[in-house]
């Protein structure tokens, strides 16, 4: 493999881990976003966190797109990424519901 295949691939499995790992983080306050809207605190946590989430969801897809097209890579390692992603966004997306849980039952138990 040479230095611009390495390059591509270390830049597809940077899009992986963006996508992967705080992409469910950040998607999180979008639920954070509309409990405060459904408390009528207003929509300025929802459209920031909103905006939040589509540049990381972006910012992750491009880098995913350049390395898997720049060269392409082969079928084998592409399997693998998925694989990689799979793994990465089970775990994460858990996390991420149980930290909007703990936000929201200390938001409603500070409220008492």
């Known amino acids: 493999m040479n230095i611009t295949g390495f390059g591509s ?9 963006v996508m992967t790992v705080p992409l469910p983080f950040v998607a999180s306050f979008l639920l954070d976003g509309v409990v405060q809207v459904l408390r ?6 929802f459209l920031a966190a909103l905006a939040m989430t589509v540049l990381v969801a972006l ?5 995913w797109q350049y390395g898997i097209t720049n060269p392409p890579l082969p079928s084998t390692t592409l399997v693998s990424m998925g694989t990689v992603a799979q793994m990465l966004l089970t775990f994460s997306t858990l996390l991420a519901a149980v930290a909007f849980v703990i936000r929201t039952t200390k938001l409603l138990w500070k409220k008492r």
């Not at 009528?40 to 946590?45: A, D, F, M, T």
């Not at 910012?59 to 880098?63: H, I, N």
């Open 40 to 45: 009528s605190n207003g929509l300025k946590l």
């Open 59 to 63: 910012g992750g897809y491009l880098l």
């Open 9 to 17: 691939l270390l830049a597809a499995y940077g899009g992986i881990l």
